[in-house]
């Protein structure tokens, strides 16, 4: 018996927040990648991914969480993340959780779908 579709959305709005569910650097095709730097370019790909679907793009994230297995990989971490963001870097958290074997990262957002309002940082 299937276990069908996961019990829960992929992104959810309220109002003009987008909330996303956690997202992990998996392919289409299933396969994982082994290092951090690849896995977290996929998360983020990933998670653009969702966004467009929905008509916003990694420019209205205004916050993130990632979820890192081991906080040894921060480092690391940073150097796609920081690539991916450019200069438009949103709130972020980061905790060190457990994680599904082979997983290294997820990360969900919150954006913001009406960009007319200030979202310059403080």
Known sequence: MSA????????????????TSGHIGRR???TLDEGIVEQTRQTLENLEAS????????N?????TVYLSDMSLWSEMNIPYREFFDTQLPARSAVCVGLPAGILIEIDAVALRDTNES????
């Open 4 to 19: 069908g579709p996961p019990p829960y959305s992929r992104t959810k709005f309220a109002g003009d927040l987008l909330f």
């Open 28 to 30: 289409t095709d299933g």
């Open 51 to 58: 966004l467009v679907d929905v008509g916003l793009n990694r």
């Open 60 to 64: 209205d994230i205004v916050r993130a």
């Open 119 to 122: 979202s310059a940082a403080l």
